[in-house]
């Protein structure tokens, strides 16, 4: 957790949010501080655990590169397009 800088209040205007706050809190018989809490919380924990689809698709690449270790062979672009449906 970050250090406290300064105390600030939270002040949320909006309608909308004011109603999926009020949604959260009816559903998980809470109060709206803990609702926005909680929200909060599981929105970092999303953005600490994101992976770029880049990242993921090399570590998908990497493991079948070792899965097909040194029996693999390169794939003609004949067997690609046939792969596809592609006469």
Do not use: C, F
Not at 20 to 39: G, P
């Amino acid at each position: 957790m970050s250090p406290k800088v300064g105390y600030m209040n939270l002040h949320i205007r909006d309608p909308r949010a004011r109603e999926l706050a009020l949604q959260l809190t009816a559903k998980r018989k809470i109060s709206i501080t803990r609702a926005v809490i909680e929200a909060l919380e599981n929105e970092l924990k999303r953005e600490r655990a994101y992976v770029p689809l880049a990242d993921r698709l090399a570590a998908i690449a990497d493991d079948l590169r070792a899965k097909a270790g040194d029996s693999g062979r390169a794939v003609s672009k004949g067997e690609i397009d046939g792969m596809w449906g592609n006469p």
